[in-house]
């Protein structure tokens, strides 16, 4: 059989040793094919990381505690308890004995019906392995399942009478048997064996128990759903005596005493657990909507949050609030921002978490440093609308910070703070995921019931709830802070999706839909692809759709004789920028309404405009005539703006005429600034010149900032940007998912370093040692004289054959390899290598030893 046959018959089942049971993980992982060993790589990525050399390697790895603790962590309920019903069954164990354990005496079709799903999870993922007729859980598993004192099982089970009675003494064993009516024996293994044959046969255990006074069964009945351990005195109650001298209660510590494993699946019926899970809850559907209806409400919260993410970054243009010396925003200052945005101190927090999850805003890395928009954000603000929504969708779904978590604590009672550090979470972005996708499980419209949809997540993940933080109990969504981390998560997504717009009363959207890459029609298969089309790709569907639902920007407003101007839909970007500055924002909703005043007026001509320009700039963009009190109100404002000039001596006031400068030494509300005249038209001030341009501003003058050379100096709202900025990194859960590509070559390089470290290989003679045999071990690497090494590549070459190699790299790291060598030349040897499964050159100087192949792998 040549090499390429040997390598095409490790990868089927069923091949000369088929029909052998694997006596090994690594066996039975060998006679898997490539699809059950790409399936154990997608569910266990960790396996991957690095790639194992070969299938042994792979097997000693999905045993280690760490990947095993990974693995149990993603398993449902109904699966984790198949897994503890093999923990405390015989190892080996049949398949009936499982089921018998699960289904109890009595059987229940709906285990029946869902343990072969059960059993095979368990053996894609390498927890199980074995025929039917000898299921073996991995010991690390098993030790980690199985029950003990320090550790009880989930079963409520205790130990085995084996167990139980490995310390006591003979006499006491042959007292116990001879109490519960058993003939003795000779020696305690078979003592310990006849009495474990008693608790496992239903009938004379039964008769047994017909004997047992009242009392002593309410004591079994006490302890056979677990804890199965209980204190006992120096001199117990009859009932308690009665039991022990039975063994049904045997002695754990001179104060403890435990029940059984065996008299225990007696009491209960032959039942592991209480209430075997084998269905998952039902999602129930707590409203339903006409699909039109969710997708409008979700359009206008999309719109909202589009509003209230720019409205947040534009009030820190010129720059936000200060950085903590430890990372994060002060508690003053998430409440001040809060009122500003006329919001809740939890939901300021979501928006502040969203725009920095989405690169929009930083710490700008000044001394004093501070937090600002990056220029991130102004490229955000030239995208449409249904762009810039898509953009903090992906980022909310893929991002691992979790704003709920602010306000409350981490484990060493720090008070986590808004864009500070330790609010990563790795589950986060899985747990949001889930949460949409089962969602999609239920028609167009219907929204989940959110209990139902917890429900279900708890039994997807049992394991999975050590939270990193105490909850606040404010938190946004969060129903207290007793919750684990991953229903405390998924509160959250509820919350947090309905204000993104993900969600419109309660549904899923129909652009949500296409970012999670669903069916826009009918309800979505489960579970959901992870690998589907590029989340890029599917942000672009998701824009698409929402485009038609979001309000058409307008270019125009309606000025009104109250000063104020009524905004009838979203502003078209050069519009919204330059009213922004002319008018305050009086309140927002349907159709926004603007409020001029002195202040705003003042702020646009600081901003370089003149009187002229915003008339024009009114009369071109108002569908009204602009009413005369607000053209006398901008006419008065810049008649008098830049009559007083303020520059830098520390301070100093400067106008041409001196009477006013004489009324502002005359006003008291002048006197914090200590102005003296310095000449007619100039005033010195003993304090730094914005403050004296606040301070004459709050006494009703226009002055304006002056630079070295006499000339206005002009502000603009839009001046403070950090440095380049890239979005921070999500801190994932564990390694990431593999793709189809890296899946497909890891099996090949599994399987060829595999054949690599399995082929037989001939013998080379050796000095032989004390018993007349080789001195190299088999499975060294082999150790040639380089003239050797030289000669078996080159017959080897001329034969066409493969030969089997140790290689030490560049780095020193030694590996076995299988190549056919095609040229031997200038001290080089260029061959097939089957354990890369390409064409490669290696240094003859490199290669420690060669060895031909055995005759029947030639």
């Known amino acids: 059989m040549g090499i390429g046959e040997l390598d095409r018959e490790a990868h089927v089942p069923g091949g000369n040793d088929a029909a052998a049971a694997p006596r090994t993980l690594a066996e039975a992982l060998r006679a898997r094919g490539d699809e059950g060993l790409a399936a154990l790589l997608r569910a266990r990525p960790d396996l991957l990381s690095p790639v194992p050399n070969d299938l042994t390697q792979l097997a000693t790895r999905a045993g280690t505690r760490g990947s095993v603790v990974r693995a149990l962590e993603r398993l449902d309920r109904f699966t984790l308890q198949a897994a503890e019903a093999l923990a405390v069954a015989p190892d080996p164990a049949p398949y009936d004995v499982l089921l018998a354990l699960l289904s109890g005496d009595d059987g229940d079709p709906a285990v029946e019906k869902a343990l072969p799903r059960a059993v095979r999870v368990l053996r894609d993922q390498a927890l199980v392995w074995g025929e039917d007729d ?37 006499g006491r064993i042959q007292e116990i048997i001879a109490a519960a ?11 310990v064996a006849a009495l474990t044959g008693l608790f496992t046969d239903r009938d004379r255990m039964g008769a047994l128990l017909d004997t047992a006074p009242p009392e002593a069964l309410a004591v079994l009945d006490r302890l056979v759903w677990g804890p199965p351990y209980g204190e006992v005195t120096a001199n117990p109650a009859p009932p308690v005596r009665w039991l022990r001298d039975r063994g049904l209660l ?29 269905d998952a809850p039902e999602l129930t559907v707590l409203r339903e909507y006409r699909p039109q209806v969710v997708d409008n409400a979700a359009a206008g919260q999309a719109y909202a949050a589009l509003s209230t993410v720019e409205e947040l970054l534009k009030s820190w243009d010129q720059g936000g609030p200060a950085v903590l010396r430890a990372g ?27 725009g920095y999850a989405a690169g929009l805003l930083a710490p700008d890395g000044e001394a004093d440093e501070r937090y600002a928009p990056t220029p991130a954000y102004d490229d955000w603000l030239d995208l449409p609308p249904a762009e810039r929504w898509a953009r903090l969708a992906t980022a909310w779904l893929m991002g691992t910070r979790t704003a709920g978590l602010v306000g409350g604590q981490d484990a060493k009672g720090r008070t986590l703070s808004a864009l500070g550090p330790d609010l990563d979470r790795g589950a986060a972005p899985e747990v949001r995921r889930r949460v949409l996708t089962l969602q999609a499980t239920l028609p167009p419209g219907a929204a989940a019931d959110p209990e139902a949809l917890l429900t279900r997540l708890r039994w997807e993940r049992p394991l999975r709830g050590a939270a990193g933080a105490t909850a606040p109990s404010n938190a946004t969504g969060s129903t207290g802070s007793t919750g684990d981390l991953r229903s405390r998560i998924a509160h959250w997504t509820l919350t947090e999706a309905e204000m993104l717009g993900i969600t419109g009363r309660g549904a899923l959207a129909s652009p949500a839909r296409a970012l999670l890459n669903l069916p826009l029609a009918e309800a979505a298969p489960e579970p959901v692809a992870e690998h589907g089309v590029e989340l890029s790709v599917a942000a672009a569907r998701a824009a698409t759709l929402l485009a038609p639902l979001l309000p058409e920007a307008v270019d125009h407003v309606l000025l009104q004789a109250d000063l104020t101007a009524v905004a009838p839909g979203p502003l ?33 001509l600081d901003a370089g405009r003149g009187a002229s320009d915003l008339h024009d700039f009114l009369t071109a963009h108002s569908r009204t005539p602009v009413p005369q009190p607000l053209s006398y109100l901008i006419d008065d404002v810049a008649r008098r703006h830049g009559h007083l000039r303020i520059g830098a001596a520390s301070a100093y006031v400067r106008c041409d005429d001196d009477t006013v400068l004489g009324e502002i030494l005359a006003d008291k509300r002048s006197a914090s600034l200590r102005l003296r005249r310095l000449a007619p038209t100039v005033l010195a001030a003993q304090t730094d010149p914005a403050a004296l341009l ?39 859960d564990g390694p990431p998912s593999p793709d189809a590509t890296l899946l497909g070559a890891a099996v090949r390089a599994i399987r060829a370093g595999d054949l690599a470290a399995t082929a037989v290989r001939k013998e080379r ?94």
């Open 694 to 732: 606040d301070g004459l501003r709050s006494m009703g003058y226009a002055p304006a900032a002056e630079s070295a050379a006499g000339d206005v100096l002009i502000t603009r709202a839009d001046a403070y940007r950090t440095g380049a900025r890239t979005a921070p990194v999500p801190v994932p």
């Open 572 to 604: 078209r970007r050069p519009l919204a920028d330059t009213l922004s500055v002319l008018a305050d924002v009086e309140s927002k909703g349907g159709a926004t309404v603007y409020r001029f005043t002195p202040g705003s007026v003042r702020r646009a």
């Open 328 to 354: 994060g925003m002060s508690v003053r200052d998430l409440k001040r921002t809060a009122v500003a945005l006329d919001v809740s101190e939890p939901v300021a927090a979501f928006w502040m978490e969203l």
């Open 250 to 278: 045997l002695p754990a510590s001179p104060r403890t005493v435990v029940l059984p494993r065996e008299a225990a699946l007696h009491l209960r019926g032959g039942r592991a657990h209480r209430a075997p899970e084998p």
């Open 181 to 191: 009516g058993l003939p003795a024996t000779h020696d305690p293994v078979s003592a």
């Open 765 to 858: 003679p050796g000095a032989p040692g004390p018993a007349g045999t080789p001195t190299r071990a088999p499975g060294e690497l082999p150790r040639t004289s380089p003239a050797e090494t030289l000669a078996t590549v080159q017959a080897a070459a001329l034969t066409g054959t493969a030969v089997w190699i140790g290689y030490v790299n560049a780095e020193g790291a030694a590996s076995q390899r299988v190549i056919a060598p095609v040229r031997v030349e200038g001290g080089f040897v260029t061959g097939y290598d089957h354990t890369a499964d390409e064409v490669r050159t290696y240094p003859l100087h490199r290669i420690t030893g060669v060895a031909e192949l055995a005759e029947d792998q030639v």
């Open 134 to 170: 000898r299921l073996r859980l991995v010991r690390t598993a098993r030790e980690l399942l199985a029950p003990s004192a320090q550790h009880p099982s989930p079963t409520g089970l205790g130990p085995t009478v084996s167990e139980a009675t490995a310390g006591m003494s003979p």
